[in-house]
């Protein structure tokens, strides 16, 4: 446990830096939402690209984590409802519900692998988030047009926002470099080394700097159930899963990891786009950030 506290502090601390940098007004202007574009665009993929390039990944892993992410999604989307069938709140609040219960932010992801289970599990979880990210968004989409109210969903932008994703890019010119073993020039690899370096602080302090503390104000139940559901419940039926499918080793950690992680910021962008609830949305985006600095050392420390 102090390994992993040691190790997840880091994190923390610079989404902690990020928010008070921002409530700070430091360094200025519209600085903070230009450096999350930034990153998104250009450091994230330059990262992926280089840490999975250079990864060792057995062929055997990549049908192992869709197999463990396909029962994962599934698994809790049938606990979700379970909980709306209980609940039977209106559909924009089970929306972002579900959204906060089942996604998970990407930043947050890669830096807690690498900083706990070094460059091999960063490998891991970018596979991960090759896999998951399509998936989530189009489960998410799906449960917007069924409980929502806004009508049929046009497919046709999702999936080229879906393709377009540079998270995903990244992840898939990074395993295609892995897979045929081009390896990297070193003019490339020191182009691509800084640009990754500077990925995962600036990423997680840009998480910081878009939490939004004022709507945490009269948190209600569906706020309680649904952090309640991804920070705690979700980790466990991942373990519970993983054990019944017979996986081992740092794929178990993997997922377990992704399972407890806070949701996606990009959340909020859904539920407002899409008929949900985004007011809710925002604060379960804020509330599960802030909750996870206790929650994942705690589940991790039991489950791995």
């Not at 601390?13 to 230009?34: A, N, T």
Request: aromatic content about 10%.
């Amino acid at each position: 446990m102090p390994v992993m506290v040691q190790a997840l502090v880091p994190v923390f601390v610079l989404i902690l830096l990020g928010y008070l940098f921002r409530r700070w007004h430091f360094p200025g202007g519209d600085f903070w939402p230009q450096a999350e574009r930034f990153t998104y665009y250009v450091l994230f993929p330059a990262m992926l690209i280089f840490k999975l390039g250079q990864a060792q990944v057995p062929a055997s892993a990549y049908g192992d984590i869709l197999v463990l992410i396909v029962a994962m999604l599934a698994a809790m989307t049938l606990l979700l409802v379970a909980l709306q069938w209980i609940w039977r709140w209106p559909g924009p609040v089970f929306s972002s519900v579900f959204q906060g219960g089942i996604r998970f932010n990407s930043y947050v992801a890669l830096a807690t692998a690498g900083m706990l289970l070094g460059d091999d599990g960063l490998s891991l979880i970018a596979i991960a988030v090759a896999v998951k990210v399509p998936l989530l968004n189009l489960l998410c989409i799906l449960m917007f047009s069924l409980v929502a109210g806004q009508g049929a969903v046009k497919l046709k932008p999702v999936l080229k926002a879906i393709v377009s994703n540079p998270l995903i890019i990244g992840s898939v010119v990074g395993m295609v470099w892995s897979y045929f073993q081009i390896g990297f020039h070193p003019l490339v690899a020191g182009i691509l080394e800084p640009l990754s370096d500077l990925a995962l602080p600036l990423g997680l302090m840009t998480v910081g700097a878009g939490l939004q503390l004022k709507a945490l104000r009269g948190a209600s139940m569906p706020f309680l159930v649904s952090s309640l559901a991804k920070l705690v419940g979700f980790p466990l039926l991942t373990a519970g899963l993983a054990l019944l499918l017979g996986l081992e080793g740092m794929m178990v950690q993997v997922a377990i990891l992704l399972a407890a992680l806070p949701t996606a910021t990009s959340s909020y962008i859904l539920a407002r786009q899409l008929g949900g609830d985004a007011p809710l949305m925002a604060g379960i985006i804020s509330g599960q950030t802030l909750l996870a600095m206790v929650t994942i050392p705690l589940l991790l420390g039991i489950l791995w």
